[in-house]
């Protein structure tokens, strides 16, 4: 059997990491508009004007790369029986007892769910931000609808945040998993042990 299994292509990665890092630039740049005590990272993007000018432009990027990765992934994270009972067993997983655990395909249960929340939240950052953005399309909406727009907005923002450091945690948590993300390779201990079903259909095993 080779070292390493292979889990994810060159194209795939760099979409992956375009996608984080538009993320990183985005979130940055939108905290710094959210309230005077984060106004300070508005000046890794050259200051308040330029921050303003530049978050909806790294908003739409992100939206379109995401686009592309999403249109990749989707069909492996459809949600299927097994995943849901893998979601029931979740606290086993949490506590290592791997042996009652259900076996998995190249993605869990709760790696399903998080990819159809960032789906879902993608679209509404997208769109209320919009609506919002000035001076090009806010004119055209009347002040109770941007308002509405810009809590719906900060509010999916945050939890878009919560839910990319439950990924960044938990890619870090489960030793091995960076390695699929930045040589494209896994072991077969690895692929064995966290996605057994995904493991033999690699395998023949």
Request: hydrophobic share 55%.
């Amino acid at each position: 059997m080779s070292r390493w299994i292979h889990r994810y292509s060159a194209g795939e990665r760099s979409n992956h990491w375009a996608v984080a890092i538009s993320f990183v630039l985005a979130a940055l740049s939108g905290i710094a508009l959210f309230h005077p005590a984060f106004f300070f990272l508005s000046h890794l993007f050259g200051g308040g004007t330029w921050d303003r000018i530049l978050h909806p432009y790294i908003g739409v990027f992100l939206a379109l790369v995401f686009i592309l990765l999403a249109l990749r992934f989707w069909r492996r994270n459809v949600i299927r029986p097994r995943d849901r009972e893998w979601m029931r067993h979740m606290g086993d997983e949490l506590h290592n007892r791997d042996e009652r655990m259900p076996e998995t395909g190249k993605y869990n249960g709760g790696q399903k769910v998080l990819f159809w929340t960032v789906v879902m939240l993608i679209p509404i950052l997208l769109l209320t931000g919009i609506v919002i953005w000035r001076p090009w399309f806010a004119p055209a909406f009347p002040l109770v609808v941007l308002r509405i727009a810009v809590l719906i907005h900060a509010v999916v923002a945050w939890l878009m945040i919560l839910a990319i450091i439950v990924h960044v945690y938990a890619a870090l948590w489960v030793k091995g998993s960076v390695r699929a993300m930045t040589r494209g390779t896994v072991s077969p201990a690895w692929a064995k042990h966290h996605h057994r079903a995904w493991y033999r259909e690699m395998t023949g095993k």
